[in-house]
Each structure stands twice: as C-alpha cells, then as structure tokens.
C-alpha cells in the first residue's frame, strides 16, 4: 500500500503538482487497486515551467496532523511536503490510529493548535 500510495503522489509531482492533502480519509481502495482523493487543496509548482517563487509567509492549507514541519513553518509548497504526509498517514494506518495519530494525540483543540501540532511534531520526531 505504501509503495502504491509514493506511485501514485509521484505521478502527480511529475504533472507539476502538490497534493497536499494527503491523509488516510482521501485514501480509496477499490479491489487491489489505490486511489487518492480530494485534490482541493493541490497546488501547481511548475507555472509557466518554472519553479514556485520560494516564500516563508505561506498560509498552512493542509491538514495539521499530516503537515510537514515545513509547512508549519510557512515554506511553499513542495514534493517534499506531500513526501512527508505520506509518511505520517502510512504510520498513522499502521498504528491503527487514524483519527488520532500518535503525534498528535495530546493536542489541545484551541486557537494556537497550529504552533502545539509544530512542538508536538517535533518532539515526536525527536524521540523516534
């Protein structure tokens, strides 16, 4: 499944985009084949065949418990972004916690949840 899932975001980055919505809700399973869903929030990073403008005041589109670190600090929108979220979302299916990864867990839903998803995040990368 993993392998599938960096196929198929790998395609997507030869198009000249980011998802950048990847989770285990916009994962579809259809017999043996993998789909993934909801490209709401996917950016083109080649406009006129030229790379994104890097930018460090990018507004976090993607979803918190899937964001990279670069993306909680603001960085452009990148392959590697989305790279990273597959990772979150294959350990989060694999630990079995999809509602609530494990990196995530002790995060207060209130105002600075962005900066607490960023420590937290951190941390747990820390500690391996």
């Given at each position: 499944m993993a392998l599938n899932l960096?196929?198929?975001?790998?395609?997507?980055?030869?198009?000249?985009?980011?998802?950048?919505?990847i989770k285990?809700?916009?994962?579809?399973?259809?017999?043996n084949s993998l789909h993934l869903i909801?490209?709401?929030?996917?950016?083109?990073?080649?406009?006129?065949?030229?790379?994104?403008?890097?930018?460090?005041?990018?507004?976090?589109?993607?979803?918190?418990e899937y964001a990279s670190l670069w993306a909680h600090n603001g960085d452009t929108p990148h392959c590697r972004d989305?790279?990273?979220?597959?990772?979150?979302?294959?350990?989060?299916?694999i630990t079995d916690v999809i509602g609530d990864p494990l990196w995530f867990r002790d995060v207060i839903h209130d105002g600075n949840q962005v900066n607490r998803a960023r420590y937290f995040k951190e941390?747990?990368?820390?500690?391996g």
């Open positions: 960096f196929d198929i975001v790998h395609a997507i980055h030869l198009k000249g985009y980011t998802h950048g919505g285990p809700r916009n994962l579809r399973f259809d017999g909801d490209f709401l929030k996917s950016k083109e990073i080649m406009p006129q065949g030229q790379p994104m403008e890097y930018s460090k005041d990018y507004e976090l589109q993607c979803d918190l989305d790279l990273v979220a597959v990772g979150f979302t294959v350990l989060s299916i941390n747990f990368i820390e500690k």
